[in-house]
């Protein structure tokens, strides 16, 4: 197959191995909720070679616009799904009556929490990091198991084709269709809203004629078109009604039926985005207002507990698409040095060394500090010191402008405080960032702003996707050492910290 829009495909056929077991029905189609977009990306390839027909969406509107523009046959789910909680939407899907299999993709590894999600109406559990061969065996059982005829009819929109009984329906009402009709259709239907061409085309359908011979495709679209689709009659010439088309001519290329599947963009793709500056008509969500010399803070265990394990499924990220690719590599008997994936491994497995020093970080004992006071340079070297890995990779380069002598409360919770915003940072950014420190000192309190944007081309996670749920949690910890909080622009966040300068209170 050709690669068209978001998917990648690779068929089988032109593979050097397969994990498919003999006689499993070819391009069951799978939805991939996943929005880590580079394991996103690998996984989809690595089930695509298993014969799989992958659709990924890295948003919970995407996933419910593919569920409504297609019927997939298997969901799978990554639980910390961008700003949705996966069980939200896993539990909102079986409301809606949705019956599709799910398996659940996450780096909880607690009963409950498998209790929780097989309750919620999940089919499956596979804890991060995972074995790529797991997760297809996984599907392949799930998908045997669970065969609802229903989930074999293929839909876009209004049009529907049963494989089993060969019955094609639009609105309800049935469409006779000959052998090479319903052929042509049915593969158009299998890569619904993707282009296929000419060619692809004719070698499925008339495997006898030459390649060149592309205008019997033509001739036959032409006959499906006459039967799936309803035509009028304008002004003595007759034309197709547009609310009605679904069959289109993509010129140049090939034919596609129904809308456009959305394309997932690779970030390192992307335009390149830098710091916005603070919308004037922009909701500021402040944490508290606070003067006045620090008093030593403490975090809930909860809550702490939460954020700790956010960002251990940060780290599994980057981690699973590392034991993934060294697995299909293997598999496929390649030389990892070849392959074209590498630079991608290696810039994941930099970021899986960085969050491993976060967690460790945030979890480690610090001595009690000197004094009340902390100059802001020193804690910030002491906190960039745990993204060293990605400082000298060049996955993370700091820029700073600010006041040297500003010194800021020494409590450990600030440290903590830093290390969690820069790790869920390069957490949930998977190309090379450059984060711009800027601070100021304005009647005892330091001005600290952190914005980001690509180092080179590309798009980044904006402030409410980096913080998801945890925001709740970073306003108490800024709380607790009597600062404030808020989100400026779609990429920068600011701090009002309480603060010195040069030893002494500053007074403006």
């Given at each position: ?26 391009a ?74 799910v ?15 097989l309750?919620l ?11 790529f ?60 809203g ?28 032409n006959?499906l ?9 304008v ?242 910890m ?14 920068a ?16």
């Amino acid at each position: 197959m050709a690669e068209t829009g978001h998917s990648h495909s690779n068929t089988a056929q032109h593979n050097t191995f397969s994990m498919r077991p003999e006689g499993k029905a070819a391009a069951a189609s799978i939805l991939l909720a996943d929005d880590d977009v580079h394991l996103a990306t690998f996984l989809s390839k690595s089930l695509e070679s298993e014969g799989y027909a992958v659709h990924t969406a890295l948003d919970e509107d995407s996933a419910l616009a593919e569920l409504q523009r297609q019927n997939y046959k298997l969901i799978i789910l990554d639980l910390n799904f961008g700003q949705t909680d996966g069980l939200k939407l896993l539990e909102k899907l079986r409301a809606e009556g949705v019956d599709t299999p799910v398996i659940v993709l996450s780096a909880r590894n607690r009963v409950t929490d498998r209790i929780q999600s097989l309750n919620l109406g999940a089919d499956d559990y596979v804890t991060k990091p995972f074995s790529f061969q797991e997760l297809s065996a996984r599907a392949h059982a799930l998908l045997r198991r669970k065969a609802d005829p229903s989930l074999n009819i293929l839909r876009v929109e209004d049009l529907e084709l049963d494989p089993s009984t060969r019955k094609v329906t639009r609105a309800g009402s049935e469409i006779k269709l000959s052998h090479k009709e319903f052929h042509l259709l049915l593969l158009l239907m299998r890569r619904a809203g993707n282009v296929i061409t000419r060619q692809e085309l004719l070698q499925e359908v008339w495997p006898a004629q030459p390649t060149t011979d592309s205008n019997l495709v033509d001739v036959y679209v032409n006959y499906l078109r006459r039967k799936i689709e309803h035509f009028v009659v304008v002004k003595g010439e007759e034309r197709i009604r547009e609310d009605d088309r679904l069959l289109h001519t993509i010129r140049g290329a090939g034919y596609r039926i129904g809308r456009e599947a959305p394309v997932v963009k690779d970030s390192s793709h992307a335009a390149t985005a830098g710091p916005e500056p603070a919308a004037k008509n922009r909701p500021v969500i402040v944490a508290s207002a606070y003067s006045g010399t620090p008093e030593p803070a403490t975090i809930q265990q909860t809550p702490w507990r939460a954020l700790v394990n956010s960002v251990a499924h940060d780290l599994a990220q980057p981690l699973t698409g590392v034991r993934c690719f060294l697995e299909v590599t293997a598999l496929r008997k390649e030389n990892p040095a070849t392959s074209p994936d590498l630079k991608t491994v290696e810039q994941q497995a930099d970021r899986a060394i960085a969050l491993a020093k976060t967690i460790s970080s945030l979890v480690r004992e610090v001595a009690v500090p000197a004094g009340p006071w902390i100059p802001l340079g020193s804690l910030f070297e002491e906190v960039i010191e745990d993204f060293a890995v990605l400082v000298h990779s060049g996955l993370l380069t700091i820029e700073r402008q600010w006041d040297a002598s500003i010194q800021v409360t020494s409590s450990p919770v600030l440290r903590q405080l830093l290390v969690l915003l820069v790790g869920k940072l390069v957490g949930k950014n998977t190309s090379p960032l450059t984060l711009l420190v800027f601070a100021g000192i304005k009647s005892s309190r330091c001005n600290l702003e952190l914005h980001w944007r690509a180092t080179e081309t590309g798009a980044v996670q904006d402030a409410p996707a980096v913080l998801g749920t945890d925001l709740p949690y970073i306003r108490e910890m800024v709380y607790s050492v009597g600062g404030e909080f808020a989100l400026q622009g779609e990429t920068a966040i600011a701090l009002k910290l309480p603060a010195i300068h040069n030893g002494a209170q500053t007074v403006q």
